[in-house]
Structure formats: structure tokens, C-alpha cells
């Protein structure tokens, strides 16, 4: 269980670092800019939480 948990921290890391990226490319004005920004947020939190569960 601990080591599925790790895995999906991981993922959900992974998943952050290409929404930086588009958030880097993309124009502060644009929707998706935006929708990256919350997601990123959403991810962290859930992140902080599966650590908790470790």
C-alpha cells in the first residue's frame, strides 16, 4: 500500500511538472493558463494529503 501510494505521489508530480510547462507557455490572459494554476494547486493538496496517509 505505502508503495502504490509513493507511485501515485510520483504521478501526480509528473502530471504537475507538464502543467508548468504549459503554464510557462502559455500567455497569463489565457483561459488555460488559468485552468493550469488551479489544477497545479488541486494536485499539491492532494499530494500533501496521500503523504499524510504515509
Do not use: G, S
Not at 11 to 32: A, C, G, M, S
Amino acid at each position: 500500500m505505502q508503495e502504490q501510494i509513493q507511485q501515485l505521489i510520483r504521478n501526480q508530480e509528473q502530471e504537475i511538472e507538464r502543467l508548468l510547462e504549459t503554464k510557462r507557455n502559455t500567455e497569463p490572459t489565457d483561459e488555460l493558463y488559468a485552468i493550469c494554476e488551479i489544477v497545479v494547486l488541486q494536485k499539491q493538496k492532494f499530494i500533501t494529503k496521500l503523504r499524510e496517509l504515509l
